[in-house]
């Protein structure tokens, strides 16, 4: 994600369309031909910041993993580093708030609110965002506005 691509179309396909509907959605606008870096500059500006849960893609902590399976796998996931995860949320970190992306994070949410990140959680209707499929416009709509409306929210204050 802060990789800075001097052209959109370096990134990966994944990588395009979640850099795009990141920035879309938190209503970053830059000069498109100035390349990544104005985006990524306004982007922590404004206090963001994007991390995985993990240091590593979840295929390589549990081999044949495939995306059908990982909804199954989350909640093991979470079990097992779900402590490592608060761990480096509280003393690396340090977030105003946070925003998960993935309905594969829902296993973070009862983790978070015990350790009293509950207020500071953002959260859409209740579950974290859906990162939708590049080839699914619709929903790339509607995680655009999800996005708009959980960082807009009066307890947001960037």
């Not at 994600?1 to 509907?21: D, H, I, M, Q, V």
């Not at 209503?27 to 995985?52: H, M, N, T």
């Not at 983790?111 to 009293?116: E, I, K």
């Amino acid at each position: 994600f802060y990789y800075p691509a001097k052209n959109r179309a370096e990134r990966g396909r994944l990588s395009r369309a979640l850099f795009t509907e990141l920035m879309t959605g938190l209503q970053i606008a830059a000069e498109e031909s100035a390349g990544d870096e104005p985006f990524l500059a306004e982007f922590q500006r404004r206090g963001f910041f994007l991390a995985d849960c993990l240091e590593c893609p979840v295929a390589d902590i549990v081999p044949g993993l495939r995306e059908g399976t990982a909804k199954a796998n989350s909640h093991a996931l979470t079990h097992r580093y779900g402590t490592t995860i608060l761990r480096r949320i509280e003393s690396s970190y340090k977030p105003k708030r946070i925003v998960l992306l993935s309905t594969r994070t829902r296993h973070l949410i009862p983790l978070l609110q015990q350790a009293g990140w509950g207020g500071r959680l953002l959260l859409y209707h209740g579950l974290p965002l859906h990162f939708p499929h590049p080839d699914n416009p619709g929903a790339q709509a509607q995680f655009r506005a999800g996005l708009s409306e959980i960082v807009t929210r009066p307890a947001w204050s960037a």
